[in-house]
């Protein structure tokens, strides 16, 4: 009989918490998960996604083996093949092809299916060494990302662990309670010692019931909010000047711009009472070590940087940032490399070849071009994450692109696959660990041996490096000594005790020292309040664009049960998210004969979608709001929110603009 074990390893997936937990296992397969109290980020509280993380490794909708196409494209028929031949078909095809075209016939998509270091970048040092297209990856915050840079650099903001120490708290577009689990018992505990938590939210029906007081602000208007907050902290003498001129540039020419911001101004824009920003305002110059906990949803506009640049510099005024609890939670908290990425990504293999470059965000329409000749997937579901999707669709339909899938599922890009390979989930691979939310590193080892055939990335990639006769030894190390190679490299090392080392090789998640918040890390070594390489060197309000014809804007959100596309293919978390539902305002839904559960088309001049309305008084007026990513097939007409999304990019960052989109709605 085979001994039980308990063993300790961490969420892969692109939560900001990245947990450490437990795993009950025989050797062969995970019995149960079971959450660690020690572990230094959950404490014990992991997601229920998570809790039975054993259902989706031994689902019996995993792919086990390399699957070839054998119908039409889409159709989802497949003949099992060996591993043997997978890779010489793939490789034999992108040799033709890289000889008669060249890289730039190849393109490839990868997000946050992984989030682990070796297996989510080592797809990055491969397609380097060959050539193919560059892929800008920028689905998620990167323009949340950049912006903080511009104000921050590099500064560690807060680790969420720190909020306690908070006395005032602005949660500004995060549904924490869905997204950021962990920080919600500090919120409860905040509230019951009588501090106040205040949402600034478009969509509040997730949030607004763990907040003292809800603020609806209209899509994309945050910027002006954030701009009538600081001309009343200027106006009533809120600012800490001492902290501005030790700590902060550029301050004087932008203050001398605050003057017209006023509240009413603001009013106008964001459909929040003057006397409300007022109010917020205040109480917010006033605290002693106020919080504003930024989620990404309102950095995905076309001015997103803009608006994240200006909340940042909000968070600056008062000279929160110098006291314990305050400042900006939200962006990266080390304020340290832990892992040195470029082992493993490889930028010198740049140096190979001249390269074009694809944007994620329009991956759909490049796909369609007939250039782009063969296409590569892995950790990520483009049918059901990017914008355009019909274009996705239309591009994945095409005969004559030679498609692969490194999958767990049968996902509704898998399914246009010519080639399918079976991917490992995280506790048949091996990998390093970072959260991008918190102070914390890990090492896990693999539990099981891999299911049936599957491989994981870093396996893959080093398979068809062999057989596209790659020869640097960058591809010789097995995953094991790879990931061991990264570790050994990183600064981490240095930092840790020796008990601290021995934990690391249980596979427990650690937790480092959190940042100094003023050891300012930008080349001025100050915060920066303008910025010369920025299209507006002061910041200002800038508008997001508006199509008239289209007058509602459609939001995206994120659902408790499911994590982007994945845990869909988990019967027991999708049926407790329900249909494809639609959040609409009262009076926007009275306007247009709409009750609450009525079937209705939500359409713009990229497609119509199909919904069940959802009728509620916590959505900003003007704002619909589409909750969870659903499959093709678990949606009413085949499309989804990414159907009716323009695959414009974002003013700082190149970024998505998913909630930055005109729609109209019908009932059907
Ligand atoms: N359960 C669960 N957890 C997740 C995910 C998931 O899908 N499910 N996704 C993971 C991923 S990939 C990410 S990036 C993070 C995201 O986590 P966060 O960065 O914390 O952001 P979200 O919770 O997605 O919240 C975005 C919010 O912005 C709001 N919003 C949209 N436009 C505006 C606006 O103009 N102004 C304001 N004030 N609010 C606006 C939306 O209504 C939404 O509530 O969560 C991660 N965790
Ligand atoms: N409508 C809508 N669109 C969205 C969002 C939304 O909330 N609504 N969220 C946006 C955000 S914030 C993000 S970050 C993106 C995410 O965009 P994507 O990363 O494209 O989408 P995911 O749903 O995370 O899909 C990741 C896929 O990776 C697979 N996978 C998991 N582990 C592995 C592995 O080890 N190897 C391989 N090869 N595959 C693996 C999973 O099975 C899953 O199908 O989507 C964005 N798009
Ligand atoms: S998805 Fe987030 S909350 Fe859930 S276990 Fe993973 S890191 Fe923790
Ligand atoms: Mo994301």
């Known amino acids: ?65 390399p699957l070839r196409r054998v119908g039409k494209k889409g159709e989802g028929k497949f003949e099992q093949i060996s591993w043997e031949e997978a890779i010489r078909e793939i490789t034999d095809r992108w040799k033709e092809l890289l000889e008669k075209d060249g890289g730039s016939a190849i393109a490839y998509c990868n997000y946050s299916g992984v989030m682990s270091a070796v297996q ?61 689990l962990q920080t919600m018992p500090i919120l409860t505990e905040a509230r019951k010692q009588g501090k106040k938590v205040v949402l600034i939210e478009a969509l509040a029906n997730g949030m607004a019931q763990y907040c003292d007081q809800t603020v609806l602000v209209k899509p994309g208007t945050d910027g002006a909010l954030a701009l009538a907050m600081m001309h009343v902290l200027v106006k009533e003498q809120l600012c800490d000047e001492e902290f501005l001129k030790e700590y902060v540039l550029g301050y004087e020419p932008f203050f001398a711009t605050l003057k017209d911001y006023t509240p009413k101004w603001a009013e106008e824009i964001t459909g929040i009472p003057a006397d409300v920003i007022e109010k917020i305002a205040i109480e917010y110059g006033k605290a002693k070590a106020p919080a504003i906990i930024l989620g990404s949803g309102n950095s995905r506009y076309t001015n997103g940087g803009m608006t994240v640049r200006l909340i940042v510099i909000l968070s600056l005024l008062t000279g929160a940032w110098k006291k314990p609890g305050g400042g900006f939670c939200g962006a990266g908290p080390s304020g340290t490399k832990y892992i040195k990425k470029e082992l493993i990504s490889r930028p010198d293999f740049e140096e190979r070849h001249k390269r074009g470059t694809l944007n994620i965000n329009q991956i759909g329409a490049a796909i369609c071009q007939e250039e782009i000749k063969s296409f590569y997937v892995y950790g990520s579901n483009p049918a059901n994450s990017v914008s355009d999707q019909k274009a996705v669709y239309k591009g994945l339909a095409r005969e004559d692109l030679f498609t692969v899938v490194h999958e767990q599922y049968m996902t509704d890009t898998a399914r246009f696959a010519d080639i399918v390979l079976p991917a490992t989930t995280s506790v048949e691979h091996s990998d390093l660990y970072t959260a991008y939310g918190y102070c914390t590193f890990g090492v896990a080892k693999k539990v099981i041996e891999p299911l049936g055939e599957c491989k994981s990335d870093w396996d893959v990639f080093c398979l068809l490096a062999k057989g596209m006769g790659f020869e640097d030894p960058y591809f010789e190390r097995t995953e094991d000594e790879m990931v061991d190679y990264v570790l050994q490299n990183s600064p981490v090392m240095e930092m840790l005790t020796e008990e601290q080392k021995e934990q690391m090789e249980q596979g427990k998640v ?123 097939g678990l949606s009413f007409n085949g499309y989804t929110a990414n159907a009716l999304h323009h695959a414009r990019l974002s003013d700082i960052g190149e970024a998505t603009t998913m909630n930055d989109n005109g729609v109209e709605v019908k009932k059907k």
């Not at 990245?18 to 019995?31: E, N, Q």
């Not at 990302?145 to 949660?171: F, M």
Request: proline share 4%; net charge negative; with cysteine.
């Open 120 to 180: 989510r970048h080592s797809g990055d040092a491969f397609f380097a060494y060959m050539g193919a297209n560059q892929l800008v990856k920028t689905l998620c915050s990167s323009a949340k990302g950049a912006a903080y840079n511009s104000v921050a650099g590099k500064t560690g903001c807060l680790d969420p662990r720190e909020l306690k120490d908070s006395d005032y708290y602005l949660v500004w577009g995060s549904q924490v309670a869905a997204t950021r």
């Open 510 to 632: 650690l937790t480092l020292p959190f940042a100094d918040h003023l050891n300012i890390l930008t080349p001025e070594k100050k915060f920066r309040i303008t910025d010369a390489d920025q299209e507006h060197e002061i910041p200002c309000y800038v508008p997001t664009t508006v199509d008239p014809d289209y007058p509602l804007r459609l939001i995206i959100a994120p659902a408790v049960q499911t994590l982007n596309a994945i845990f869909i293919e988990r019967e027991e978390q999708v049926e407790k998210r329900g249909t494809m539902k639609l959040y609409l305002h009262t009076e926007d839904a009275k306007d247009r004969g709409i009750a609450d559960g009525d079937r209705i088309i939500c359409y713009n001049d990229l497609a119509e979608v199909e919904y069940e309305a959802a009728v509620t008084d916590f959505v900003a007026k003007g704002c619909v709001g589409s909750v969870g990513v659903y499959r093709s």
């Open 1 to 65: 009989m085979s001994q039980i074990e308990i063993k300790h390893t961490a969420c892969p997936y692109d939560c900001p918490s990245t947990c450490g937990f437990c795993v009950k296992t025989d050797g062969r397969r995970i019995l149960e998960i079971i959450p660690d109290k020690e572990d230094g980020v959950s404490k014990g509280l992991i997601c229920g996604k998570m809790r039975h993380y054993e259902k989706d490794v031994h689902s019996d909708k995993r792919l086990m083996h």
